[in-house]
């Protein structure tokens, strides 16, 4: 069974940064995608970020480009989302997600099987 475990969400003002963690069953890596998605209240789903499981084909949203950078550490089966100088707009639950077939379609929510139980980030103006 994978699961996986979100840390790191709290409330910072805009300019400032936080750091998330998707800490994963070890059963679960090897040969897997893992993503980072977003839901504002009243707001559709929206893909953020992905990279595979050896750390390479990272993928960013324009939205969060050159603010927020993926990562993993394979030794700790961790993903981890860096956001930096944030935005009232960043508001939202961020959820990790697995995808154990590797995907092409890294950005659509529905190829990832598997989900955090999501983290609050609230940035106030």
């Known amino acids: 069974q994978v699961q996986l475990v979100e840390s790191g969400g709290g409330l910072v003002q805009a300019g400032g940064s936080l750091r998330l963690s998707c800490a994963a069953s070890e059963d679960t890596w090897g040969g897997f995608r893992m993503g980072w998605f977003r839901q504002a209240p009243g707001e559709e789903l929206e893909f953020v970020a992905a990279i595979a499981w050896n750390g390479d084909d990272t993928h960013v949203a324009d939205s969060v480009e050159g603010r927020f950078t993926i990562s993993i550490n394979k030794r700790k089966a961790t993903a981890y989302l860096q956001m930096d100088s944030l935005r009232p707009e960043d508001t939202a639950v961020y959820y990790c997600?697995?995808?154990?077939?590797?995907?092409?379609?890294?950005?659509?929510?529905?190829?990832?099987?598997?989900w955090g139980q999501g983290t609050q980030v609230t940035v106030s103006s």
């Open positions: 997600a697995a995808d154990g077939r590797m995907s092409s379609a890294w950005w659509s929510a529905g190829v990832y099987g598997y």
